[in-house]
């Protein structure tokens, strides 16, 4: 489970681009806007995406956009509940059945305010600038739902990955 929490300012206009992306084309999620609307993209493998958009496009001015979500637990890998919201209003939720269940990518970027990486969604061309301004990002995450033993497989498999590398 993890939440990231946008504190923006939008242009008079249309808001566009990427307010947070980590991943890409093969495996990531990004929040951005598209047409003014909140969006909030997961990239599962680049086998399946998921996307909860608010239906509406917000107004030029100060936003909070918080993304929730909600790790269903029973294991790795497993789906959960994205909301999302804006200025403490549920605008928006939506299902992500299957999650990527260790790191997302090992040539990818993590990025705030465009996309340096490939892109998480075909909808956008990188860089996919935010065309606002973004005054705060953070990311926190929930209480782990895994057990004792599937921490050790994360960890033991990291250990793997770490030494191939090295």
Do not use: C
């Amino acid at each position: 489970s993890f939440r990231i929490t946008a504190e923006m300012v939008l242009p008079k206009g249309i808001a566009e681009g990427v307010v947070v992306t980590q991943g890409g084309i093969s495996a990531g999620y990004a929040l951005m806007f598209e047409k003014g609307k909140p969006v909030f993209h997961y990239n599962f493998a680049n086998i399946s995406h998921y996307r909860i958009a608010a239906k509406d496009a917000l107004k030029p001015g100060k936003h909070t956009v918080v993304f929730d979500f909600t790790y269903d637990g029973g294991g790795l890998g497993k789906g959960g509940t994205g909301t999302l919201s804006v200025d403490g209003k549920q605008v928006a939720k939506g299902r992500i059945e299957k999650t990527i269940p260790y790191r997302l990518s090992l040539d990818e970027t993590f990025d705030v305010g465009e996309d340096t990486g490939t892109p998480v969604s075909e909808s956008y061309d990188v860089p996919f600038a935010f065309t606002g301004q973004i005054e705060k990002v953070s990311v926190n995450l929930g209480e782990s739902p895994l057990t004792a033993a599937e921490h050790e497989k994360v960890e033991s498999l990291e250990r793997s990955a770490k030494a191939a590398v090295e």
